[in-house]
């Protein structure tokens, strides 16, 4: 695979001359990484960067083990709350629930 650089020398040539040190490559993991941190939405973050696959973002988008911590911890409460409000949890997948107003989800 060729260097970010030499696909875009006449990028990195402006970036460098207006004092930026980085590759259009550099600004584009940290466009997907601020957007998905934002949004935490993978598709979201996939469409604005014009990726076919979502696999292809997600080598994008930077988590960190804090984030992953807090969002597992959100989830925990989340279902903790249903447990006790008498809810079941979460359908599986392809498996199909009604809610109160009869709608599938």
Do not use: K, N, W
Not at 30 to 51: I, P
Not at 54 to 66: I, K, L
């Amino acid at each position: 695979m060729a260097s970010p650089h030499r696909r875009h020398p006449d990028h990195s040539r402006f970036f460098r001359g207006i004092g930026m040190p980085y590759s259009l490559h550099q600004c584009r993991h940290s466009f997907g990484t601020s957007l998905y941190r934002q949004t935490r939405d993978l598709l979201t973050t996939q469409d604005a960067m014009r990726h076919s696959s979502p696999t292809t973002t997600r080598g994008y988008v930077e988590t960190t083990a804090p984030a992953a911590t807090a969002a597992m911890d959100r989830l925990s409460a989340t279902l903790e709350g249903r447990r006790r409000r008498g809810r079941r949890a979460p359908a599986r997948t392809g498996e199909v629930t009604r809610t109160r107003t009869g709608v599938d989800r």
